[in-house]
């Protein structure tokens, strides 16, 4: 019966620490896989922003300069 009880104990013990470890902070693999992703995209969404202003401000710029002649 005290056989059983360490076996239990131990095995309690080793889920435990299982646990802790896969949660200590640690992102899993498929939640940074993810994260990555969403990075880029928010990065590649940010760019085409980027460049739109450019190109509006080179539209206004043009404009602006053919209107002054």
Not at 1 to 7: R, T, Y
Not at 39 to 62: E, L, P, R
Request: net charge positive.
């Amino acid at each position: 019966m005290s056989k059983l009880l360490a076996v239990l104990a131990a095995s309690v013990f080793a889920m435990s620490t299982a646990f802790a470890a896969s949660h200590a902070g640690a992102p899993m693999a498929g939640a940074s896989a993810a994260k990555a992703e969403a990075k880029a995209d928010a990065k590649a969404d940010k760019k085409d922003a980027k460049a739109t202003k450019k190109t509006a401000k080179k539209s206004t710029k043009k404009t602006a300069k053919k209107d002054k002649n």
